[in-house]
């Protein structure tokens, strides 16, 4: 059975350890998790990351899309924060 998107463990996740980190080890906040996005805290405001699109990289990996950065994120998927997206499609061992 290939990995799904598991929106509650991603919720559980980031309820008790709301950090994680980007490619290069940037660290970066979740500030909160809707049925649909994922808002992380930035100094100014917050940029959220939906469901949909990260659904949809979890697809593409399934099918043998290799998405190696926020770089391939960005093509491949959306341009919608793909830095922040990617680290957390890694901390859920999707890349």
């Given at each position: 059975?290939?990995?799904?998107?598991?929106w509650i463990?991603i919720?559980d996740k980031?309820?008790s350890?709301?950090?994680?980190?980007?490619?290069n080890?940037k660290?970066f906040?979740?500030?909160r998790i809707t049925?649909?996005t994922?808002?992380?805290?930035?100094p100014a405001?917050?940029?959220?990351v939906?469901?949909?699109?990260?659904?949809?990289?979890?697809?593409?990996?399934?099918q043998?899309?290799v998405?190696a950065?926020?770089?391939?994120?960005?093509?491949?998927?959306?341009?919608?924060r793909?830095a922040?997206?990617?680290g957390?499609?890694?901390d859920?061992?999707?890349?």
């Amino acid at each position: 059975m290939l990995p799904k998107l598991d929106w509650i463990a991603i919720k559980d996740k980031y309820s008790s350890n709301p950090v994680s980190h980007t490619k290069n080890g940037k660290p970066f906040r979740i500030w909160r998790i809707t049925e649909d996005t994922i808002f992380i805290a930035l100094p100014a405001h917050e940029q959220g990351v939906s469901r949909v699109n990260l659904q949809r990289a979890v697809d593409l990996i399934n099918q043998g899309t290799v998405i190696a950065g926020p770089a391939d994120y960005k093509r491949l998927v959306c341009d919608e924060r793909p830095a922040y997206a990617w680290g957390i499609l890694k901390d859920f061992s999707f890349v």
